[in-house]
């Protein structure tokens, strides 16, 4: 089973460098995260030492206890929504939180930060597509929340992050990630203390267009570990 995870990695990866070099950047601008929502944490330690290692989380008593297996080993990504009275079991753990949606938890993560002696790493979640069902702040109110952020020297804001709607034909979706590329731009400008360095979009159906876009980190999980 793993000889199959590398053999799609090998060629999400291609595809990645190719999409990369459309948009003028090199492949080694874009990350991949591979999410590993309700994959057995044996099959992950199975992948490590074929240089898989950076994983993405929706749930987190399903990352504590792959954390418990695999530790340090691998680099761990919160990419689902983060419920309050979760956070504090991330202390130490995360290496980059991609769904800040709301200052609560931002004033939560704050306070939290003293107790894991460095701040969190964090992007903010960006409703773009205007979904009900999706979490994520009105790209309306980004330029506030933003300002918001500037006091919580806790956290450490370096992008933002957006899922697009499902669709069969990808280029559907592209205004979804032109738009949260345009945010960036926009914020990145207008507040220049900011250093937005990420956009986290693009999954298994739409990497590639999310990747002309400018997505600087990708969520790949089925196209992965499906099957």
């Not at 702040?137 to 506030?144: A, N, Q, T, V, Y």
């Amino acid at each position: 089973m793993a000889e199959l995870v590398i053999r799609r990695l090998n060629q999400i990866s291609a595809r990645i460098a190719v999409a990369a070099r459309r948009s003028g950047r090199k492949p080694s601008d874009v990350k991949l995260v591979a999410v590993s929502k309700g994959v057995a944490p044996e099959r992950l330690k199975a992948v490590l030492p074929c240089g898989l290692r950076v994983f993405g989380e929706n749930r987190v008593q399903e990352f504590l206890q792959k954390y418990e297996m695999l530790g340090e080993q691998a680099e761990w990504h919160l990419i689902g929504h983060l419920q309050r009275n979760k956070a504090k079991y991330l202390i130490g753990k995360i290496a980059l939180i991609h769904s800040l949606d709301n200052l609560e938890l931002a004033r939560l993560l704050n306070k939290l930060s003293l107790r894991q002696g460095y701040p969190w790493q964090v992007l903010i979640q960006v409703n773009v597509s205007g979904e009900t069902a999706k979490f994520g702040i009105d790209p309306s109110e980004l330029g506030e929340f933003l300002d918001a952020m500037r006091e919580l020297r806790g956290l450490e804001v370096c992008g933002l992050m957006t899922i697009a709607p499902y669709c069969e034909d990808p280029e559907q979706v592209r205004p979804v990630f032109r738009r949260l590329r345009e945010l960036k731009e926009e914020a990145t400008k207008s507040r220049p203390w900011l250093n937005l360095e990420h956009l986290s979009m693009g999954m298994s159906s739409d990497f590639e267009v999310a990747v002309e876009e400018g997505a600087t980190v990708v969520r790949i999980g089925s196209a992965l570990f499906s099957g």
